[in-house]
């Protein structure tokens, strides 16, 4: 691939160079027009289906072509359907053009096919059918086992299976949605009889998402050896909770309404064609920990099934917006922490002939790492609240307060290669809404 592009803002870009091209949904924005996909480059959005208007891509494959005709649509759903081919041969040509260096192609682009970010208004890039998150960090689970289990903090079953949740697919939202604080039930330790008011702890968790592209028949499996052809591309995920409702409704069925309220992704989806580069093996397991069973384990898995990804939390307050204060970072920590790799979250989802489909999402949930430093929620950075985070403007956070902002990000680099990254996920935290009637 060549490494620079005639758009001048993709070369040294932090996100979007020419070796990611992550794909999206957008529109002009205050227009009418019809969302529709486009791949972030540099600065700007291009805009798939204008380029196939224009004829520029006249000379690319049928396959490219059929994928440049679904990207007409306002999700990237029908692009995800047509599987891995068609994905990677519509990026080869959106790469030849975005690097040639034609100039009436440049010419064409720049007049029918550019679109400035900072002009875009971007939509969520995925109409999601279903979304599973994971419990995929055994650093996360172990110290919130030990905060609520002291005793026995990860429970016997962990390291043999991959854990999981089915989450709640139509309140997923994208970056920059209002995160409004969610009413629940709350009991706390000495408290006689639970009541019903805004959350006191809401909290964030740093993830990623992965989505699915091609399906599985009802009744079938995926072959852990087979899941890079039915994964898409990954995302940032937030899976935003209310801790003071999940510690009294989670048993014994586990996350319900401390969850389901909203979770936030990033608008734009990074191919695993893009990750390449950054694949690396998987964690190697703790001495005595069991081996995966045979159907969560394969060499080539085992070998590059992991990404070696940065991901990092920043928070600013309502107090460091108003002062003009930029945001803090408050977490850094790698998703090579993981135990399991989205191939074995896939493999064992599609194990007992569930049938997973186009757009899809699987949640790594929250990636911690070792180090204080690399914990991927409030819970674990002050410990449930008894250690609370000191910030440099003298405000202290045991969990989310209003007006606080929330945003996550993430990037890969490696010497000898392009560093790309995911762009941003914001969520702004606003009051609790009337409860409903009858709660009170």
Known sequence: MMSTS???????????????????VFRRRGSKEAPRVGVAIGDSILDVPACLAAGLLSDASDEAQRGARACAAPSLNALMAMGGGVRRALREALVALLAGDVAEHKRLVEQHALVAQAEAELFLPVQVGDYTDFYASVHHATNVGSMFRPDNPLLPNYKWVPIGYHGRASSIVPSGTPIVRPHGQRKGPDDAAPSFGPSRSLDFELELGAF???????????PLAQVDEHLWGLCLLNDW?????????????????????????????????ALEPFRAPLAPRAEGDPAPLPYL??????????????VEVWLQTARMAADGEAPVRISQGSSLDLYWSFGQMLAHHASNGCNMRPGDLLGSGTISGAARESRGCLLELTWRGAEPLQLPNGEQRRFLEDGDTLSLTAYAEREGATRIGFGWCHGTIVAAASPPPGTT
């Open 297 to 310: 384990h394969d060499a080539g898995d085992q070998a590059h099934g992991g990404f070696a990804l940065t």
């Open 6 to 24: 005639w758009v001048a803002s993709a070369n040294g870009h932090p996100d979007f160079p020419l070796q990611n091209l992550p794909f999206g």
């Open 241 to 273: 909770s209310a801790r003071d409702v999940q510690s009294w409704e989670y048993q014994p069925l586990g996350p319900f309404l401390a969850k389901n309220f909203a979770s936030s992704i990033s608008p734009w989806v990074v191919t695993l064609e």
């Open 212 to 222: 699915v592209g091609t399906g599985n028949p009802l009744g079938t499996g995926i």
